[in-house]
């Protein structure tokens, strides 16, 4: 018996399609290289990269049928790191105003 909750392991063929598209962000990536990146079958991808295109974090070319991440996506990387230099600016005041005369 699996101890992976539900809402996790269906979740899961989707993170894995997008953590493998990160991969590829410039080139993009077939289908095929998302299933072999993923260890998984083109029908898995292709419902996985349906849902991501839904949610606006991939796209797929027209020209290439190669799919690409979103700046919908890439931009929640920045938003990691503002969340930390947020942080790390009020720790740098608190230690100056403890430490200045």
Same mark, same amino acid.
Request: glycine letters at 4%; a positive charge.
């Given at each position: ?5 539900p ?7 989707v993170?894995q399609?997008?953590e493998a598209?990160c991969?590829?962000a410039e080139?993009?990536?077939t289908?095929? /290289?998302?299933? !072999?990146?993923c260890?998984? #079958? $083109?029908?898995v991808?292709t ?7 839904a %949610?606006?974090?991939?796209?797929k070319? /027209?020209?290439? !049928?190669?799919f690409?991440? #979103? $700046?919908?996506?890439?931009r929640l ?5 503002d969340s %930390? ?5 009020e720790l740098?005041d608190?230690r100056?105003?403890? #430490?200045?005369?």
């Open positions: 018996m699996s101890t992976t909750p809402t996790t392991k269906s979740a899961q063929p993170l399609v997008m598209l991969g590829y080139q993009g990536a289908n095929k /290289d998302l299933a !072999e990146a260890k998984t #079958t $083109a029908v991808i419902r996985a990269t349906q849902t991501l295109i %949610f606006g974090w991939c796209r070319s /027209d020209e290439t !049928e190669r690409y991440p #979103t $700046a919908k996506f890439t990387t920045f938003l990691v790191a %930390f230099n947020r942080k790390q600016r740098d608190r100056h105003s403890m #430490t200045s005369y």
